[in-house]
């Protein structure tokens, strides 16, 4: 209680405050790296949910079309969200998943329809109404015999690929 | 040896004997809450009670204060917790077992059916009375200082309470549910919208990271249903558990409930009968230096008008269980909670629409999903946090439509955002948006002007021209919030009932198209 300031040119007592306090120097090391292994423990923990390897199905499937399939009709293989178009320029497959919320999308004469938000495409996959953002996908399409092909879910192609028959 | 039993074994009998008053007496130490110290220390000495203050002022008690709509929602969540444990004995939280665990649940488990009605139920009116009480605190001007944080942590209950009822809705894993989180995870990926649009997806992707840690997986699978159901569980109830904690110890060590600085005399002398109500100043006063900070403890101010919380809070308390057990049971009684047919992943629901206070945003999501999904709720909850930091004013505090402007603003306020909400949404029912006018319209034009953006921006500066007008930042508030309330309830309203096939505006049910 009795300190007294201490003034310039005194040589500092030991009693005298320092400047930075070893104990509060050491202190504040101790709360840093603390804080530090906390928050790269946390971000080690929060690795955990994001899956390396993703544990989906193969998206690859064959798919034999009809030799009676009409130009522009829909090929719908059970178990996929896939039409398959057979025309004279060749095979090609869009995806019904929308692309606004990930719905199925129906194929109707105009194109294809969401039932859940309304979004429309024509024939090619094109918004032509609604909150979609992006046309369908067309996805990749091999020839693999007659009249059957391998279509790729997980693989996307330009609009307008087609695999020629 | 023969002169009757030993003195140790009649000592021992006499114990036997005093025992059951002995345990009791042990376990509440203070004894029967009869005088005042009594029903103190029955408050402060009992780990469940001593959450409350041991005594509570009368505005407190008054029904008007708060309708009892928090206590509405805690026990609602509390019988959530209690079926939901009950429903957890036989649910298998996995594809193949889910639905047929939920078909055993509703028509073989006795009281099974009742059981999953009462955790749909009590969900339900959870939701509601959150979004009341909200209402309540916020029209009642109770967010003021010093209760600013607590505002903010109720905001953060709402969205817990919110993420809680959507993660249970996967679980049945029928159609409604798996087409609800199919739509939800979505708009979980719907910052690609905009990422997409600005073309930057392959080096900056929030949204396939949201909706890879939400699903574990690229599609709604098991990954997902397990995911859901841990959420659903744990994590989400432990965080709501602890934030409640918090709740409400601040508003305890906020002062109690908000009331007016005249409340005394608003209330007038207490009813006859009323035991016991301090209205004396204290005979002592005490000095206290800079021990604490604050407004509390009160210093030279007695506890006038205040009741012992034992028993005039529990029996509060008890009745509010009691009316929210009730209801519940009169709409699990009444009305099946809806279980639909399997889950398929190739047919959607036509329409496919989520639980019912989700549909306002799936109103506003048909507009954009990146906007209606996340921009616009973002908004509103970071708008509802600042509310208390931005209206500083005193005027007002702990009366229903405080402040300036008062009940006529509020009735202002309602015709016009009713006003709004249905110009706007008649308008592009009527007449579509931008895409229908302009094919080729740039995405990112759609995302950032639709109903949805101009609904908000109409509110915006209807409540700065309030603000303004009045001269005062709680008008402005009561302006934007009273808009938003409003909103909310008509896109529900549209969603819910005017919605049909493709999301199609239908006056009626009767009107949809047979398939």
Known sequence: ?165 | MSQGSPPALRRLLANLRAMPRAFWETAFRSGKPTTDRTRSAFVFGNVFYHLHSARVHRWSLRWPTTWGLGLITFWSFALTVVTGILLMFYYMPYPEGAYESMKDIQFVVPTGRLVRNLHRWACNVMVVAVFLHMARVFYTAAYRAPREFNWVAGILLMALTLALAFTGYLLPWDQLAYWAITIGANIAQSPREVTDALGVTHIFDPGGLQKLLLLGSEEVGKEALLRFYLLHIMILPLVLVALLAVHFWRIRKDGGLARPDDAGQRLGPPPPGTYPVFTEEPQKTYQLAAIVRGRTPQVSQGPENTLPAMPHVFYAELGVLMFTVFLCMLLAVFWDAPLKELANPQVPENPAKAPWYFLGLQEIVSFSAFTGGIGIPTLCVIALGLIPYLDRERDGTGLWFGGPGGVRLFLGSVAFGLAAVIGVEAFAIQFGWLREWWLDVPQLLVTFVNPGTVLVLIYFLYSVWVARRYNSTRAGALAVFTCFLCGFIILTIIGTYLRGPNWEFYWSQADWPVH
């Open chain 1, 1 to 165: 209680m009795t300190t007294k300031p201490s003034s310039a040119g005194e040589t500092r007592s030991r009693l005298d405050p320092e400047a930075v306090a070893r104990r509060d120097f050491l202190g504040l090391a101790a709360r840093c790296s603390a804080a530090t292994a906390f928050l790269l423990a946390t971000l080690g923990l929060a690795r955990l949910p994001k899956t390396a390897v993703l544990p989906s199905p193969s998206k690859k499937f064959r798919v034999t079309l009809p030799e009676s399939l009409p130009p522009g009709e829909p090929y719908q293989p059970p178990g996929r969200s896939v039409a398959v178009f057979r025309d004279e320029d060749g095979v090609y497959a869009i995806s019904k998943i929308c692309t606004h919320l990930g719905c199925i999308v129906n194929p109707v004469p105009t194109g294809f329809d969401c039932p859940c938000h309304g979004s429309r495409f024509d024939a090619k996959g094109d918004v032509i109404r609604g909150p979609a953002p992006k046309p369908l996908d067309w996805l990749a399409v091999a020839r693999a015999a007659d009249n059957t092909y391998l279509i790729d879910e997980g693989s996307t192609v330009p609009l307008g690929t087609k695999e020629m028959a």
